[in-house]
């Protein structure tokens, strides 16, 4: 049987900061309802990738389809609303609101159409507060839901970073980072939260944290110094000589 095509796909994406190539000429297929991670040593390119999918960077060179729509120019609103989703490796949180607030927000702001929509009573949006208790549901945040959400610990913080960027129902989701300084259990209750969405949603993840990226992963792309270096699932990626010397010859650097 033929390969269905691919949910998102890159082809020969390169970003340049004037001489220095950050991106060279990277090609990917994210495959629909499964988990990908994107991984590296520091400084790869992985954030770049993230920025050259999503529109915050358009690429130098190169092409991005989502759901076989060219969409390599498209700003990152309108992919937003092709069902692409993001979540970011800096906190993106109104902390003196509740928790409830943030995702609710988040949620009108997503369904309504001026960016302003959110600023509507909550009655003029269908569903608004079924999709909020879903989202709170989902990411274990129910008990905290009135807590002002910069009062979280950091992981539960992720974890609301995590349920805005659900906020939109997006087929497609990218999580940059989503375990960067957690603890033990937060790490267990991300990871379970970041499996649980596929298959009925798509993830891309960059994350640092191999143990977990080798188990809840279904294929893995292995970025170095902007390229490729390694393309699979994550037994073959465990194997692969050249991805340990890419970690490995970064000493110092690599995660
Ligand atoms: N705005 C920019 N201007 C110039 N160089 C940049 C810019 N953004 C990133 N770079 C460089 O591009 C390279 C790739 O950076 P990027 O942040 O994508 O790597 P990364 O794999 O996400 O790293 P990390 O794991 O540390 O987050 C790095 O050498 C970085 O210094």
């Known amino acids: 049987m033929p390969e269905p095509p691919p949910l998102l796909a890159a082809e020969g994406l390169g970003v340049r900061f004037g001489?220095?190539?950050?991106?060279?000429?990277?090609?990917?297929?994210?495959?629909?309802?499964?988990?990908?991670?994107?991984?590296?040593?520091?400084?790869?390119?992985k954030t770049t990738l993230f920025n050259a999918l999503t529109g915050a960077r358009p690429p130098t060179e190169g092409a991005v389809t989502l759901a076989g729509r060219e969409v390599t120019r498209m700003p990152a609103h309108r992919r937003a609303r092709l069902g692409m989703s993001r979540s970011f490796q800096v906190t993106n949180l109104f902390a003196e609101l509740a928790v409830r607030e943030n995702l609710r927000l988040a949620v009108q702001a997503a369904r309504g159409r001026s960016a302003w929509a959110f600023w509507h009573a909550p009655s003029r949006l269908p569903g608004v507060a079924e999709a909020v208790e879903g989202l709170l549901s989902l990411t274990g945040l129910a008990a905290r839901a009135d807590a002002r959400a910069g009062s979280l610990p950091h992981g539960g913080q992720r974890a609301l970073e995590i349920g805005m960027a659900l906020a939109s129902d997006p087929k497609l989701v990218l999580l940059d980072e989503p375990l960067a300084g957690m603890g033990v259990d937060d790490v267990a209750r991300t990871k379970a939260?970041?499996?649980?969405?596929?298959?009925?949603?798509?993830?891309?993840?960059?994350?640092?944290?191999?143990?977990?990226?080798?188990?809840?992963?279904?294929?893995?792309?292995?970025?170095?110094?902007?390229?490729?270096?390694?393309?699979?699932?994550?037994?073959?990626?465990?194997?692969?000589?050249?991805?340990?010397?890419?970690?490995?010859?970064?000493?110092?650097?690599?995660?």
Do not use: C, K, W
């Open 19 to 45: 001489d220095f190539r950050a991106l060279g000429g990277v090609s990917l297929r994210v495959r629909q309802g499964g988990i990908h991670s994107v991984i590296g040593p520091n400084g790869a390119g």
């Open 193 to 255: 939260l970041i499996r649980g969405l596929a298959p009925a949603r798509t993830v891309l993840l960059i994350e640092h944290n191999m143990g977990v990226v080798l188990d809840i992963s279904d294929r893995i792309t292995v970025l170095a110094r902007g390229r490729v270096i390694a393309e699979g699932p994550p037994a073959a990626i465990r194997a692969d000589p050249g991805v340990r010397e890419a970690y490995l010859g970064s000493t110092g650097a690599a995660a």
